[in-house]
């Protein structure tokens, strides 16, 4: 019964293998022919010509790029996702995803609690004076500034990424999957929210699709996160799933590969796919100017691909490595207009 299960999901995460048969430098070539306005390549010369020039403006340029490195190092795919949105918001949604970083980083970059509580207080302060506009002298805290008087984003959304990770300093596992989801939806799915804010975006039925992908990603943040976590000797897999199945934590702090284990993985794995399929469910409700925010489907589709692929053995190398392709799909999925 497992085994057709598992056929099912195949077939509904299935990998394209049509890309898969071409050469990636054709790849690339194709996408600079039918770029419309060159857009990849802009936003690349863009990139690279942030730099200093003088009084305020050099400033100003300093914060951006603070913002472009810090989302470039330390989440590689939200960075290639900004590339593709539209030149206006840019700037801003950069800003988003780079506070968003610098939050989720908060947990593994402190050595006791209480220092990552101080670090969030900063930033529930800064909140509060970002509105009265008086922003912190701080890269992030400047351009966020920028950002809520262009867009007029909602405070709600930002505070609520804040209270979610400080609540997460907490070192301990997820006690069900529905603990899982709630956590995600009110940060990755917030994140969501504002980045259709800075669209122009306010729509019932594109905050329904967020709110599913939102969970979808944190979820899959969850599985691809286990090699590391397990490497530190931790585990935050919920425990209702673990229990179900009979899987340890000391079973994934040594990596076990074993057959409960890929069952607690499949299990976890499925609950994202089926957000994102709902998400698409109703996609033709959803305005078309949203469609730039949820390029991250993409991301996570291909995580749930090679997942699959790979039997549900997280510990395996090639869930290790980028794929060379991505950037690729990405571009095509956009070019598109869907997710």
């Not at 003088?54 to 960075?79: H, I, M, P, W």
């Given at each position: 019964m497992q085994h057709k299960q598992k056929a099912?999901?195949?077939?509904?995460?299935?990998?394209?293998?049509?890309?898969?048969?071409?050469?990636?430098?054709?790849?690339?070539?194709?996408?600079?022919?039918?770029?419309?306005?060159?857009?990849?390549?802009?936003?690349?010369?863009?990139?690279?010509?942030?730099?200093?020039?003088?009084?305020?403006?050099?400033?100003?340029?300093?914060?951006?790029?603070?913002?472009?490195?810090?989302?470039?190092?330390?989440?590689?795919?939200?960075?290639?996702?900004?590339?593709?949105?539209?030149?206006?918001?840019?700037r801003?949604?950069?800003?988003?995803?780079?506070?968003?970083?610098?939050?989720?980083?908060v947990k593994d970059s402190v050595s006791q609690k209480t220092i990552g509580l101080m670090r969030m207080q900063f930033w529930k302060t800064a909140l509060d004076d970002i509105y009265r506009d008086e922003p912190p002298n701080q890269p992030i805290g400047s351009e966020l500034w920028k950002a809520v008087k262009r867009h007029n984003l909602t405070k709600q959304w930002l505070l609520r990424i804040v209270t979610e990770r400080e609540k997460d300093l907490d070192d301990r596992a997820y006690r069900s999957l529905q603990e899982l989801e709630t956590y995600a939806e009110k940060t990755q799915a917030s994140l969501i929210y504002l980045l259709l804010e800075c669209l122009g975006v306010r729509d019932v039925h594109a905050d329904h699709a967020a709110s599913h992908i939102g969970k979808a990603q944190g979820i899959v943040t969850c599985l691809r996160a286990i090699p590391y976590h397990s490497s530190r000797r931790k585990v935050y897999l919920p425990m209702d799933i673990c229990m179900l199945h009979g899987a340890s934590q000391e079973d994934f702090i040594r990596g076990s590969r074993e057959q409960n284990v890929r069952d607690v993985v499949y299990d976890i794995a499925s609950q994202a796919h089926a957000h994102l399929q709902h998400a698409r469910s109703f996609s033709h409700n959803v305005p078309a100017a949203a469609f730039p925010a949820f390029l991250h489907t993409v991301v996570l589709e291909d995580y749930l691909q090679r997942v699959r692929k790979a039997d549900f053995d997280v510990f395996h190398k090639s869930l290790q490595n980028r794929n060379p392709l991505l950037p690729i799909q990405l571009y095509l999925r956009s070019w598109r207009n869907t997710y």
């Open positions: 099912n999901m195949a077939a509904g995460v299935k990998a394209k293998h049509g890309l898969l048969n071409i050469n990636i430098s054709q790849m690339y070539s194709f996408c600079r022919k039918i770029a419309p306005k060159n857009v990849c390549i802009q936003r690349v010369t863009r990139i690279q010509s942030v730099r200093a020039s003088t009084n305020g403006a050099a400033s100003s340029d300093q914060s951006e790029k603070y913002c472009l490195d810090l989302v470039r190092s330390r989440d590689y795919e939200g960075f290639l996702c900004s590339l593709l949105l539209p030149k206006e918001v840019w801003s949604c950069l800003t988003l995803k780079a506070f968003n970083v610098e939050l989720a980083q």
